[in-house]
Protein backbone atom coordinates (compact mmCIF):
# COMPACT_ATOMS: atom_id res chain seq x y z
CA UNK A 1 0.00 0.00 0.00
CA UNK A 2 1.48 3.66 -0.85
CA UNK A 3 2.41 5.52 2.18
CA UNK A 4 0.27 8.60 2.44
CA UNK A 5 1.71 12.08 2.59
CA UNK A 6 1.88 13.27 6.36
CA UNK A 7 -0.81 16.31 6.62
CA UNK A 8 -0.11 19.18 9.24
CA UNK A 9 -2.15 19.57 11.77
CA UNK A 10 -4.42 22.67 11.41
CA UNK A 11 -2.76 24.73 14.14
CA UNK A 12 1.22 24.27 14.60
CA UNK A 13 3.85 26.06 15.18
CA UNK A 14 7.10 26.55 14.41
CA UNK A 15 10.79 28.60 14.10
CA UNK A 16 11.01 31.29 11.09
CA UNK A 17 13.43 34.26 10.42
CA UNK A 18 11.89 37.09 10.45
CA UNK A 19 12.99 40.23 9.42
CA UNK A 20 12.26 44.07 10.20
CA UNK A 21 12.90 47.65 8.94
CA UNK A 22 14.02 49.38 12.64
CA UNK A 23 13.40 53.01 12.03
CA UNK A 24 16.96 53.93 11.98
CA UNK A 25 16.61 52.08 8.42
CA UNK A 26 19.05 48.92 9.74
CA UNK A 27 16.96 45.62 8.76
CA UNK A 28 16.81 43.48 11.94
CA UNK A 29 16.87 39.85 11.37
CA UNK A 30 15.39 37.26 14.29
CA UNK A 31 14.33 33.43 14.88
CA UNK A 32 11.30 33.62 16.68
CA UNK A 33 8.57 31.47 16.91
CA UNK A 34 5.65 31.17 14.37
CA UNK A 35 1.87 30.01 14.70
CA UNK A 36 0.30 28.68 11.87
CA UNK A 37 -3.67 28.23 10.70
CA UNK A 38 -4.12 26.34 8.07
CA UNK A 39 -0.65 26.68 6.66
CA UNK A 40 -0.26 30.21 6.93
CA UNK A 41 1.39 32.04 9.33
CA UNK A 42 -0.63 33.68 12.16
CA UNK A 43 1.33 35.12 14.48
CA UNK A 44 4.66 35.02 15.94
CA UNK A 45 6.36 35.34 19.79
CA UNK A 46 7.95 38.11 21.07
CA UNK A 47 10.74 36.32 23.42
CA UNK A 48 14.80 34.69 23.57
CA UNK A 49 13.86 31.69 22.19
CA UNK A 50 17.74 30.20 23.46
CA UNK A 51 17.09 30.32 27.16
CA UNK A 52 15.06 29.32 30.25
CA UNK A 53 15.51 25.14 29.62
CA UNK A 54 15.25 22.66 31.71
CA UNK A 55 17.49 20.09 30.08
CA UNK A 56 20.72 20.24 27.72
CA UNK A 57 18.37 17.99 25.29
CA UNK A 58 14.91 20.45 24.90
CA UNK A 59 18.23 22.99 24.04
CA UNK A 60 19.90 20.91 21.53
CA UNK A 61 15.90 20.12 20.54
CA UNK A 62 15.30 23.59 20.03
CA UNK A 63 18.42 24.36 18.39
CA UNK A 64 18.20 21.78 15.47
CA UNK A 65 14.24 23.09 14.85
CA UNK A 66 16.06 26.70 14.74
CA UNK A 67 18.90 25.26 11.99
CA UNK A 68 15.52 23.85 10.16
CA UNK A 69 14.51 27.78 10.23
CA UNK A 70 17.61 28.98 8.41
CA UNK A 71 16.61 26.77 5.79
CA UNK A 72 13.13 28.12 4.65
CA UNK A 73 12.01 31.52 3.17
CA UNK A 74 12.20 34.90 5.52
CA UNK A 75 9.26 36.11 6.45
CA UNK A 76 8.59 39.85 5.99
CA UNK A 77 7.45 40.92 9.53
CA UNK A 78 6.63 44.74 7.81
CA UNK A 79 4.12 42.90 5.40
CA UNK A 80 3.21 39.68 7.47
CA UNK A 81 2.65 36.89 6.45
CA UNK A 82 4.66 37.30 3.07
CA UNK A 83 8.00 36.29 2.32
CA UNK A 84 11.08 39.22 2.67
CA UNK A 85 12.73 39.50 -0.80
CA UNK A 86 15.95 41.39 -0.68
CA UNK A 87 16.48 44.06 -3.07
CA UNK A 88 19.59 44.21 -5.03
Known amino acids: MPQRKKERPFHYWNYRVITTLHPSGERLFSVTEVHYENGIPQ ?7 MQGFSSLKELIWTNNRIKEALKKPIL ?10 EEK
Open 43 to 49: GSADKNI
Open 76 to 85: DGDNWPNEWI
